[in-house]
Structures are given as C-alpha cells and as structure tokens.
C-alpha cells in the first residue's frame, strides 16, 4: 500500500501511480476520515496498515525527525510544491533502484529524494547512508 500524504490531493497522482503500483494507492485522509490528521498522527496510522509506504513532499517535516520503524516506510521527496507532479515518476525510479526494489527492502526506511540523489535512514541505524548521487 503507498500512502500519500494529503498535501499531495488534486494532483492526480494516485491514478499516475496505479497505473504501475499492483497495490492500493490511498490518501492518509482515507486512513482516519472526516478529521484533521497531524503529522505526529501519521506513525500510529501506518502502524495500522500491513507494510505500507508514506509518501509526502513535507520533507522538512519527517526528514530526520520521524524515527524510522520497521513495520512502514516513509519517502520524503525534497521537492517544491509547483514540482509534485514528478512524483510518480521519481517513485518508479525510487523502487527500481536494487536497494530498495521489494517492499520488505524499503520497510524500516525513512527515505529523502532530492535532486542530487537518495539517502535514507533505519530504524536500527539512524546513520544516513547515500544510495544514488
């Protein structure tokens, strides 16, 4: 299951990703209808879910002040808001990469996507380790 945050509405990118994700695509507004969803909320919603990965361009806000868990993944893309729509695209790339290219490679990983490359950190090891520059 992709999870995408609800910054990310109107954009069209669940239909972009279904088109090549064989699982659900969501909005976290779908994980707990009808209120206000907190960052600090979101964990405890992806706790909920079997394995799935969050996806939001808030990185300033969960690139390293989210502790990674090994039952979800979090992709931050560190892109500006006019720029969200490559978002599908870039998360293909993203899970064709050999590092993270099955879904229980990704679980534990909180990941940053920017322009000069991917890096992430674990739940295990909070060291930042560089996958693509």
Same mark, same amino acid.
């Given at each position: 299951?992709?999870?995408?945050?609800?910054?990310?509405?109107? !954009? &069209?990118?669940?239909? /972009? %990703?279904?088109?090549?994700?064989?699982?659900?695509? @969501?909005?976290?507004?779908?994980?707990? *209808?009808?209120?206000?969803?907190?960052?600090?909320?979101?964990?405890?919603?992806?706790?909920?879910?079997?394995?799935?990965?969050?996806?939001?361009?808030?990185? !300033? &806000?969960?690139?390293? /002040? %989210?502790?990674?868990?090994?039952?979800?993944?979090? @992709?931050?893309?560190?892109?500006?808001? *006019?720029?969200?729509?490559?978002?599908?695209?870039?998360?293909?790339?993203?899970?064709?990469?050999?590092?993270?290219?099955?879904?229980?490679?990704?679980?534990?990983?909180?990941?940053?996507?920017?322009?000069?490359?991917?890096?992430?950190?674990?739940?295990?090891?909070?060291?930042?380790?560089?996958?693509?520059?």
């Amino acid at each position: 299951m992709i999870v995408l945050d609800e910054q990310l509405l109107g !954009r &069209d990118l669940e239909d /972009k %990703i279904a088109r090549w994700y064989q699982g659900a695509v @969501v909005f976290i507004t779908e994980l707990r *209808p009808n209120s206000i969803i907190k960052d600090d909320a979101i964990p405890h919603l992806l706790h909920q879910q079997s394995e799935p990965t969050f996806v939001t361009i808030n990185e !300033r &806000d969960f690139w390293r /002040k %989210i502790q990674a868990h090994a039952d979800y993944c979090i @992709v931050c893309f560190a892109l500006p808001d *006019p720029r969200a729509r490559e978002i599908a695209d870039r998360l293909r790339e993203l899970f064709s990469l050999p590092l993270l290219n099955t879904k229980a490679q990704r679980m534990g990983k909180v990941i940053r996507v920017s322009d000069s490359g991917v890096s992430y950190y674990t739940a295990s090891d909070a060291t930042v380790r560089v996958v693509s520059p």
